[in-house]
Every structure is written in structure tokens, then in C-alpha cells.
């Protein structure tokens, strides 16, 4: 099978040698200039340990200056996956999105079809170039000088004429012997409903769109014509351009951009002609549309990081900031985007011309990383003065993240938002109180009042409580005391049964126990009870009962007092619930923590955090609130008001006697 003129050629444009070979090389990156599409590393072909194999990502072909392997995109497929020529090329072509070629006999008849639609585009070129020099003309050389364009920078942008006629174009193409059908499949030339042809291009400047390679593959036209419907029209979609993945100056953007310039984003060709002709020579943008997907990757091969120009206009800043959302789900560790916000109502033609391209330099300087752009969209003229609309800002951010493929660039981002979220919502916080400030007079201060630290004793190092166990080893010495204590006081398992079945119990000592436990929760005669379930447990609650935490518990120390026993069996079990509550919450929150913490998180650790103390602590740890009456005694808050109202009921009047 033959393949057509320029399908590989095609091929090599849309999918970079680099990342074929990156699949099966690890690159050197000291030796290596990505900028530049200088690639090193060791050969795939032979063993070796240093970086001798270079691929020139811009000539899209490699060599090994050690095995002397050499070859293209192909033929390193074909070598590396042991393949055949064509199932290489279907390979690529799979990857790069293009079809292959339909196997039948008028393949050979339809192979040249691409290069001459792209003949037929040069040829329209050079007539469009005649029309700028003739009297017809003036105006649009008028135009073009006062946008500071001299005749040898429109020569090099290949800047045309098309004359205000139907039938200039066609008359010119048809004179050199062009086929009608090859006029219109080029996009140069519509065709009526009635069948009539005519010049898709009338009255308009001429800017040819080229690819990675440099060929005329479409046009742009720019109207002078305040009237007109459109001032700027490209060509159609034909075989030749697909707009969605070509660029407006692509190659010697790419140029420019391997000899160290940053990529730089516009928005129309007059903005990437002025920004080149300022020096900005690795400018390019998208034709016509939003920037694609396609088109961002093939910023990315030129650049690991492009620059953005936000136009100052409202449109110009709402597309840009569109990219966004397409940018996230592709990022890549050393591949992203920065953006440049130029003043108000300034695109980057106006700026260079009103202020030069120092100016335009210092924006270029200014960019900002992606992230900002993103915390700026989603933040700007609003007010977050309620813990509703904190929480929605946070919902729409975490939605954002949760599209960042790359873990790594998805936690630095949560961290980034953490900050710009901190910084937002501290401005809104009251400032804290002086410590120096003085007390209004008879005001009380409420404090809980608290213990005084003191140097611990040996023997208090030493104790039980100091070297207190972790959560656990805790879990298994509370479920020991709940365990033997109702197998001490069996009239209390009925009461919490339903409590005991729900244990989460993994000791088979603690399982033979429970088993026992439930086994008699319904005996019907209560009295032979303890005694069938004391032999049910036999040893293991004798090892229980030797274990020193269990005996300091009161139902052990005094096996005599069941309402004691009951209190602190209650107690054990809901320190154990809440315990295990908190583990749960605790990896839900985690779960649902992706790269943002929000205030409904943090309010939910801070709950768990608080039930676990508060049920560490237990009814009877439960501390007094205190108060400090304006003569500076401490006193038990209701101790004190109990004494205002005694104090308030004296009248004084008649001799201290109480009021009635």
C-alpha cells in the first residue's frame, strides 16, 4: 500500500519524536534543552550508561553518535515495538487522531490531493501580494502604515490584497490552470446554491495562515469595511486546515522559542505581528476560536510554559480566563501556564504602540501563575461575609482541583488556595482584644479555672496514668473493664446488650468472653445466673481481673455496688463510641479532603475532636466555671450570683433588713 504525499509529513507535525522516544528513554535533563527540542539519553538501541542519543524534536529525527542508530518517528516505532513500516504508521496515525488511508486501487489517485490543495493556496498567495501593490489597493496600504507596518514587514508576514470583486480570484486561479473542484476544496472559492462559484475573500486584507512546516494552508482576511458582518474571517475547514489545531505564526514562534524566548499567547494576528516585529518573535495565537485542547498541547511543545495576554477589554479576559478549565486536567509537572494582564482596554498591538515594548516586556514580567487567575475568577466582586457563601467558594474550588490529573501539582495547588483562602477571609476577622488593654470597671472576667503545673514526682512518672497507653492498646483495656464487670454484675447485661453485641472486638480472649455474656443475657432464672456464667468464662476472666487497669475500676473494687457498676460501664462504652465515631469521621474527612480544607471540614474535626474529649472526661471530670468579681476575688460562678441576689435583696435604707 502507498501512502499519499505528505500523510507522514502530517504525521511528524501533529505527534513530537520527543514524546514517541520518551516512552522508552529516560531524558538527561542537565544535558538536555527542552526549549530548544534538544533531547539526550542513554540509547535504547545498546547498553550503555551515558546520554548518547540525541533527538532533534524540531527536525523530528534522532541519532545515536554510539550505535549510530538513526531514523524518524517511524522507524523508531518500527525498531522499538518490532512492528512492520505500515503498522508503525497506523500506529502514530492513531495517536495523532488522522485515519489512515483507504486501502483500494484509487489510493495512488487521491495521494496527491493535499499537496496540490496546498499549491493551490501559494498560488492564491502571490496574487493576493500583486493586488496590495496596484492603485486598487491604496487604502489597505494606507491601513497597513498606519499600523506601523513598512513594506518590508508585510513582505515577511506574505500580507496580500483581495480586490472588492466576485470573480478576481476565480479568474486568476482559472487562468493558471487550476480545476474548479481544487477551488473550492481549498476553501478559496464558495459555491452559490445555484452552483455559481465566487471569491470567499472580497475587500479585505490578507493574512496567510501557515503550518508547523511553513505551507499556505489557509487564509485570513481582515475587513475595512466598518459595516461589514465580520471583520475578521478565516478560511473554512477543509483537508488541508483544521483550525483547532494549527497556530497563527507556529514555526517561527517554535524558532524563537528554541533560542530562549518565552512563548507568548495573543489574540489575533495583528497583536502576534506587532509583538514579533517588537522582538517578541515566539508569539503566536489561535485562529478564530477559543484556544483547543489541541492547540494548548502544541504550545506545550513549544514551550513548557506559555504566557497568556489578557486583553484589558471584559471579552478578552472572559476567553482567557476560559483556559482555565481546559488547562487543569492537563497539567503536567513542569508544564503549565502564566498569565499576563495588560492595562485596561489594551490589547498587546495598542500597549506596544502607545507605551513601546519595554512596556509590554514589563507585563511579560509581571505574569502571574495559573492558580491566581483561577482564585481571581472565582473571587472577584464578590463578598464572603457569611459562612454560606464560604462555604460555596470553597465547593467551587475543590471542583476545580478535583480535575488536576497530577497528585503532586494537585496538593501544591490545594496548599496555594489554603494560603490566598487565609489571607481573603483573615481581613474580615475582629482584631484580638490587647492584652494590656484595661477591664472596664465591675466588669467579670469568665475563665475556667484551672490547675497549677507543677514539677511532676518520680513515682508520679512511674505510674500507670503517666505512662498511659495509646488509643489502641485503650480500646482493648476498656473493653476488658466493660467484659469483666458485667460478667461480675450479670443483672446489668439485659441493660446494655444491644451496646455489647455492637463491640467492635478482635481478641479471642474478649470474643469467648462477650459470646458468654450474651449467651445468658436471658436466663430465665436470674439468680443461678452469675454462677453458669462465671464457669462460661472460666480462665479468661480471671486474666481480666488480674490486669492491674481493671482492678482500680470501681465495679471491681466494690463488686457490691451495681449502681456504681452501671455508671462506669456506661461511661467505658461511651468513651469507646466516641472514640470509633471519630475514627469514621476522621477518614471521611480525609476522604473528602482533596488538596482543600474547607469550613465545614474543619468544623467537623473540631466537633469530633470535642466529643472525644468530652467523653473522655465524663460527667464527673466536669469543671466549674469561674469568675472574677471586680475586687479580684475568684469565685464559683453561681456561688456569686446566689450572692449578688442576697446582696441585692438588703435595703439599706432601713437599717440592712432584707426587702419583703
Same mark, same amino acid.
Given at each position: 500500500?502507498?501512502?499519499?504525499?505528505?500523510?507522514?509529513?502530517?504525521?511528524?507535525?501533529?505527534?513530537?519524536?520527543?514524546?514517541?522516544?520518551?516512552?522508552?528513554?529516560?531524558?538527561?535533563?542537565?544535558?538536555?534543552?527542552?526549549?530548544?527540542g534538544?533531547?539526550?539519553?542513554?540509547?535504547?538501541?545498546?547498553?550503555?550508561?551515558?546520554?548518547?542519543?540525541?533527538?532533534?524534536?524540531?527536525?523530528?529525527?534522532?541519532?545515536?553518535?554510539?550505535?549510530?542508530?538513526?531514523?524518524?518517528?517511524?522507524?523508531?516505532?518500527?525498531?522499538?515495538?518490532?512492528?512492520?513500516?505500515?503498522?508503525?504508521?497506523?500506529?502514530?496515525?492513531?495517536?495523532?487522531?488522522?485515519?489512515?488511508?483507504a486501502?483500494?486501487?484509487?489510493?495512488?489517485?487521491?495521494?496527491?490531493?493535499?499537496?496540490?490543495?496546498?499549491?493551490v493556496?501559494?498560488?492564491?498567495?502571490?496574487f493576493?501580494?500583486l493586488q496590495?501593490?496596484?492603485?486598487l489597493?491604496?487604502?489597505?496600504?494606507?491601513?497597513?502604515?498606519?499600523?506601523?507596518?513598512?513594506?518590508?514587514?508585510q513582505d515577511?508576514?506574505g500580507?496580500?490584497?483581495?480586490?472588492?470583486?466576485?470573480?478576481?480570484?476565480?479568474?486568476?486561479?482559472?487562468?493558471?490552470?487550476?480545476?474548479?473542484?481544487?477551488?473550492?476544496?481549498?476553501?478559496l472559492?464558495?459555491?452559490?446554491?445555484?452552483?455559481?462559484?465566487?471569491?470567499?475573500?472580497?475587500?479585505?486584507?490578507?493574512?496567510?495562515?501557515?503550518?508547523?512546516?511553513?505551507?499556505?494552508?489557509?487564509?485570513?482576511?481582515?475587513s475595512?469595511?466598518p459595516n461589514?458582518?465580520?471583520?475578521?474571517?478565516?478560511?473554512?475547514?477543509?483537508?488541508?486546515?483544521?483550525?483547532?489545531?494549527?497556530?497563527?505564526?507556529?514555526?517561527?514562534a517554535?524558532?524563537? +522559542? @528554541?533560542? /530562549?524566548q518565552?512563548?507568548? !499567547?495573543?489574540e489575533?494576528?495583528? &497583536?502576534?505581528?506587532? $509583538?514579533?516585529? #517588537?522582538?517578541f518573535?515566539?508569539?503566536?495565537a489561535?485562529?478564530?476560536?477559543?484556544i483547543?485542547?489541541?492547540?494548548?498541547?502544541?504550545?506545550?511543545r513549544?514551550?513548557?510554559?506559555?504566557?497568556?495576554?489578557?486583553?484589558?477589554?471584559?471579552?478578552?479576559?472572559?476567553?482567557?480566563?476560559?483556559?482555565?478549565?481546559?488547562?487543569?486536567?492537563?497539567?503536567? +509537572? @513542569?508544564? /503549565?501556564?502564566?498569565?499576563? !494582564?495588560l492595562?485596561?482596554?489594551? &490589547?498587546?498591538?495598542? $500597549?506596544?504602540? #502607545?507605551?513601546?515594548?519595554?512596556?509590554?516586556?514589563?507585563?511579560?514580567?509581571?505574569?502571574?501563575?495559573?492558580?491566581?487567575?483561577?482564585?481571581?475568577?472565582?473571587?472577584?466582586?464578590?463578598?464572603?461575609?457569611?459562612?454560606?457563601?464560604?462555604?460555596?467558594?470553597?465547593?467551587?474550588?475543590?471542583?476545580?482541583?478535583?480535575?488536576?490529573q497530577?497528585?503532586?501539582?494537585?496538593?501544591?495547588?490545594?496548599?496555594?488556595?489554603?494560603?490566598?483562602r487565609?489571607?481573603?477571609?483573615?481581613?474580615?476577622?475582629?482584631?484580638?482584644?490587647?492584652?494590656d488593654?484595661?477591664?472596664?470597671?465591675?466588669?467579670?472576667?469568665?475563665?475556667?479555672r484551672?490547675?497549677v503545673?507543677?514539677s511532676?514526682?518520680?513515682?508520679?512518672?512511674?505510674?500507670?496514668?503517666?505512662t498511659?497507653?495509646?488509643?489502641?492498646?485503650?480500646?482493648?483495656?476498656?473493653?476488658?473493664v466493660?467484659l469483666?464487670?458485667?460478667?461480675?454484675?450479670?443483672?446489668?447485661?439485659?441493660?446494655?446488650?444491644?451496646?455489647?453485641?455492637?463491640?467492635?472486638?478482635?481478641?479471642?480472649?474478649?470474643?469467648?468472653?462477650?459470646?458468654?455474656?450474651?449467651?445468658h443475657?436471658?436466663?430465665?432464672?436470674?439468680?443461678?445466673?452469675?454462677?453458669?456464667?462465671?464457669?462460661?468464662?472460666g480462665?479468661?476472666l480471671?486474666?481480666?481481673?488480674a490486669?492491674?487497669y481493671?482492678q482500680?475500676?470501681?465495679?471491681?473494687?466494690?463488686r457490691?455496688?451495681e449502681?456504681?457498676?452501671?455508671?462506669?460501664i456506661a461511661?467505658?462504652?461511651?468513651?469507646?463510641?466516641?472514640l470509633w465515631?471519630?475514627?469514621?469521621?476522621?477518614?471521611?474527612?480525609?476522604?473528602?479532603?482533596?488538596?482543600?480544607?474547607?469550613?465545614?471540614?474543619?468544623?467537623?474535626?473540631?466537633?469530633?475532636?470535642?466529643?472525644?474529649?468530652?467523653?473522655e472526661?465524663?460527667?464527673?471530670?466536669?469543671?466549674?466555671?469561674?469568675?472574677?468579681?471586680?475586687?479580684?476575688?475568684?469565685?464559683?460562678?453561681?456561688e456569686l450570683?446566689?450572692?449578688?441576689?442576697?446582696?441585692?435583696?438588703?435595703?439599706?435604707t432601713?437599717?440592712?433588713k432584707?426587702?419583703?
Amino acid at each position: 500500500m502507498s501512502l499519499p504525499p505528505g500523510f507522514l509529513d502530517e504525521i511528524r507535525t501533529r505527534v513530537s519524536l520527543s514524546s514517541v522516544v520518551g516512552r522508552k528513554v529516560t531524558w538527561d535533563m542537565r544535558k538536555s534543552n527542552q526549549g530548544k527540542g534538544d533531547f539526550w539519553a542513554p540509547c535504547p538501541f545498546h547498553q550503555e550508561k551515558s546520554a548518547s542519543f540525541h533527538v532533534d524534536d524540531r527536525k523530528g529525527f534522532y541519532y545515536c553518535f554510539g550505535c549510530h542508530a538513526k531514523g524518524d518517528a517511524v522507524s523508531f516505532v518500527k525498531e522499538t515495538e518490532n512492528v512492520s513500516f505500515l503498522e508503525a504508521v497506523e500506529m502514530l496515525a492513531r495517536e495523532a487522531g488522522m485515519p489512515m488511508p483507504a486501502r483500494d486501487p484509487q489510493a495512488a489517485q487521491k495521494a496527491d490531493r493535499r499537496t496540490q490543495l496546498a499549491e493551490v493556496m501559494e498560488e492564491a498567495v502571490r496574487f493576493f501580494r500583486l493586488q496590495l501593490r496596484t492603485g486598487l489597493a491604496q487604502g489597505a496600504r494606507d491601513y497597513l502604515v498606519k499600523r506601523r507596518l513598512s513594506p518590508e514587514a508585510q513582505d515577511r508576514w506574505g500580507i496580500g490584497w483581495a480586490p472588492d470583486s466576485r470573480h478576481a480570484l476565480l479568474n486568476a486561479l482559472k487562468a493558471k490552470g487550476v480545476a474548479p473542484d481544487l477551488m473550492v476544496a481549498s476553501g478559496l472559492i464558495a459555491k452559490g446554491d445555484d452552483g455559481s462559484l465566487y471569491d470567499r475573500f472580497r475587500g479585505r486584507i490578507i493574512f496567510p495562515i501557515r503550518d508547523g512546516r511553513g505551507r499556505a494552508i489557509s487564509l485570513g482576511g481582515r475587513s475595512l469595511d466598518p459595516n461589514a458582518r465580520a471583520k475578521y474571517l478565516n478560511g473554512p475547514e477543509t483537508e488541508l486546515f483544521d483550525k483547532g489545531r494549527n497556530l497563527f505564526n507556529h514555526a517561527p514562534a517554535r524558532e524563537a +522559542a @528554541g533560542k /530562549g524566548q518565552p512563548l507568548i !499567547v495573543a489574540e489575533g494576528y495583528m &497583536d502576534v505581528i506587532a $509583538l514579533a516585529e #517588537a522582538g517578541f518573535g515566539a508569539a503566536v495565537a489561535p485562529l478564530g476560536t477559543a484556544i483547543t485542547e489541541d492547540q494548548l498541547r502544541l504550545m506545550w511543545r513549544i514551550s513548557p510554559e506559555p504566557i497568556i495576554t489578557l486583553d484589558g477589554d471584559t471579552a478578552g479576559q472572559r476567553a482567557a480566563m476560559r483556559v482555565i478549565d481546559l488547562a487543569l486536567p492537563l497539567l503536567e +509537572a @513542569g508544564q /503549565g501556564l502564566r498569565f499576563a !494582564v495588560l492595562p485596561q482596554g489594551l &490589547d498587546p498591538d495598542d $500597549l506596544i504602540k #502607545a507605551k513601546g515594548a519595554s512596556a509590554m516586556q514589563e507585563v511579560l514580567d509581571q505574569a502571574q501563575p495559573m492558580v491566581n487567575l483561577l482564585w481571581r475568577r472565582e473571587t472577584e466582586g464578590r463578598v464572603f461575609d457569611s459562612p454560606e457563601r464560604k462555604a460555596a467558594l470553597d465547593k467551587v474550588l475543590r471542583a476545580a482541583l478535583k480535575k488536576i490529573q497530577d497528585p503532586s501539582i494537585r496538593q501544591h495547588y490545594g496548599e496555594d488556595i489554603k494560603e490566598l483562602r487565609w489571607e481573603l477571609f483573615r481581613q474580615g476577622r475582629r482584631p484580638a482584644r490587647s492584652p494590656d488593654r484595661p477591664q472596664r470597671p465591675g466588669a467579670f472576667v469568665y475563665r475556667a479555672r484551672s490547675a497549677v503545673l507543677e514539677s511532676p514526682l518520680a513515682s508520679t512518672r512511674a505510674s500507670t496514668l503517666a505512662t498511659a497507653p495509646d488509643d489502641a492498646a485503650m480500646v482493648d483495656l476498656r473493653i476488658s473493664v466493660v467484659l469483666a464487670a458485667l460478667c461480675l454484675h450479670p443483672g446489668l447485661i439485659d441493660r446494655f446488650e444491644a451496646q455489647i453485641e455492637r463491640l467492635k472486638i478482635g481478641d479471642p480472649l474478649h470474643v469467648h468472653l462477650r459470646q458468654a455474656i450474651l449467651i445468658h443475657a436471658h436466663d430465665q432464672d436470674p439468680e443461678s445466673r452469675p454462677a453458669r456464667l462465671a464457669r462460661a468464662a472460666g480462665a479468661d476472666l480471671d486474666t481480666l481481673l488480674a490486669h492491674p487497669y481493671v482492678q482500680i475500676a470501681p465495679p471491681i473494687r466494690n463488686r457490691q455496688d451495681e449502681d456504681r457498676a452501671a455508671m462506669c460501664i456506661a461511661q467505658e462504652l461511651a468513651k469507646l463510641e466516641a472514640l470509633w465515631g471519630a475514627e469514621q469521621e476522621i477518614r471521611e474527612a480525609v476522604e473528602d479532603l482533596d488538596g482543600l480544607a474547607d469550613e465545614g471540614l474543619t468544623w467537623r474535626l473540631k466537633q469530633v475532636s470535642q466529643a472525644k474529649i468530652e467523653a473522655e472526661r465524663g460527667p464527673e471530670a466536669a469543671r466549674a466555671e469561674g469568675v472574677i468579681a471586680p475586687n479580684g476575688v475568684e469565685m464559683n460562678k453561681d456561688e456569686l450570683d446566689h450572692a449578688q441576689k442576697m446582696w441585692a435583696s438588703i435595703d439599706f435604707t432601713r437599717g440592712g433588713k432584707a426587702r419583703h
